[in-house]
């Protein structure tokens, strides 16, 4: 587990192993009215946005369709199939 606020109003955490890391997050209204939702962490955001950019530039998410760094202090960009979105996120400090 590497961090864990499962206790909360708000449940998440994200689990680690073998250099993967998956954000879980529980929300009962998010859950009803949208899509789930897969975050992925990689170290070379670039390179993965230009493999999917180059391959599969349909699956881009228009709300996040280029890398932009986020308040938050990661870099993403998104994906969306019509079924699942899937974040792509480099951490600064990483």
Known sequence: MGHDELN???????????GLSIMLFQHAEYAEKEH????????????VFASVAGKFPELLHPNLKEVT???WGAKE??????QIGIRMQQWENA
């Open 8 to 18: 909360t109003d708000n449940p998440f955490c994200v689990v680690n192993k073998d």
């Open 77 to 82: 960009f998104a994906m969306l199939d019509g």
């Open 36 to 47: 789930p939702e897969i975050r992925l962490v990689t170290n070379n955001i670039d390179e």
């Open 69 to 71: 760094l986020r308040p």
